[in-house]
């Protein structure tokens, strides 16, 4: 039986260049009603880690997440699942210093931009500032990574920086652990302290 992955690897594949075929095939089947479009798969475990804390099943309400591969491909990603496309309703999450690509992105689309939730710096960022250093850190000790993050705080780039910014810049050093961190953290959060834009996003679906 087809579900959304499915969707959401065909939808990738058409963003790419395909057909759409199979897309438009699925979507017809699974007759989903939200599309959200997020800029990457770290962001995707989040809102994932999320919604299972709240015991809800977006599949199973109608709602597709789609990893965009970054926020310059917003434009092609709403032309093809909003208006002009599948005819979703487009929401998400952008960062502030790419919102400049989301609302030419969606006013090419014809969807509204007042479905998206803004990040100050990223998602990481909001998620770092709502645990605390102290949490995050304790984090990376139970994931058995805390060598690497000693190893990381002693190269001279780190010296004098924030603990905050450097916890954000660790997150990215090393392929999948943004992803792996991004639902670690999103469930270590206290029920009253997640990041508003994720927080917004979730209750708006």
């Known amino acids: 039986m087809a579900d959304m992955r499915e969707l959401q690897d065909e939808i990738g594949r058409w963003a790419a260049g395909g057909s759409g075929a199979a897309a438009r ?7 989903p009603r939200t599309a959200v479009l997020l800029e990457g798969p770290s962001d995707s475990a989040a809102v994932g880690a999320l919604a299972a804390r709240h015991g809800r099943d977006l599949a199973a309400e109608g709602v ?3 990893p965009m591969g970054g926020a310059t491909n917003i434009a092609r ?3 093809l699942l909003g208006p002009p496309g599948l ?3 487009l929401t998400g999450l952008c960062d502030e210093n790419e919102r400049g690509f989301y609302d030419r992105g969606l006013e090419r689309a014809g969807a509204p931009a007042g479905g998206f939730f803004v990040c100050v710096a990223d998602l990481e960022d909001e998620l770092v500032r709502a645990l605390g250093p102290e949490a995050v850190e304790e984090t990376i000790r139970a994931e058995g ?6 190893t990381f705080l002693n ?13 954000r810049r660790f997150l990215g050093t090393k392929k999948g652990r943004k992803i792996r961190y991004g639902r670690l953290l999103t469930e270590a959060l206290d029920t009253g302290r997640v990041p508003g834009p994720l927080d917004a996003l979730l209750t708006s679906l």
């Open 25 to 31: 095939e699925l979507a017809a089947a699974l007759g």
């Open 64 to 66: 597709c997440v789609v």
């Open 77 to 79: 990603y709403a032309a």
């Open 87 to 89: 005819g979703l309703r």
């Open 145 to 150: 990574d805390l060598r690497a993050w000693r």
């Open 155 to 167: 190269q001279p780039a780190q010296h004098g920086r924030p603990r905050q910014r450097q916890l």
